[in-house]
């Protein structure tokens, strides 16, 4: 019952970041400070999410030893799907750093719930 409990309380806060995310992309296109384009965003989201939800998976059915391999294996898969943008992507392509900020920051999500997973289980 613990470990689902942390599954979902992580799942609901990396959910409640990544709206506030999504609310800070639509604020800076309303004030016409930059406009990203919402798929870029959204795909980054999802594979975050695809992520997230298989290594909570494995945390929860105590699998310890493989969410290192797991998380290694969606970070090459997330950096490989931002290559693959950035090169058929026009609108990538325009505003580079902004896109790579957005992925760093899921990434530094994902580390965080990754460390406080691995520290749960010790």
Known sequence: ???SLIVLKGLGLFLL???LLFLL???LAENNVLVLNYRIHILIFFVTLISLLTILIVFALEKKNIIGFIF???VVF???AMGYIAVFQKEFRLHIVPYFVLYWVY???EVIFVLKLVKKQD
């Open 1 to 3: 019952m613990e470990k």
């Open 78 to 80: 997330k950096f490989f």
């Open 25 to 27: 992309q639509w604020q």
């Open 72 to 74: 290694l294996g969606f």
């Open 17 to 19: 970041l990544s709206a």
């Open 107 to 109: 990434l530094l999500i």
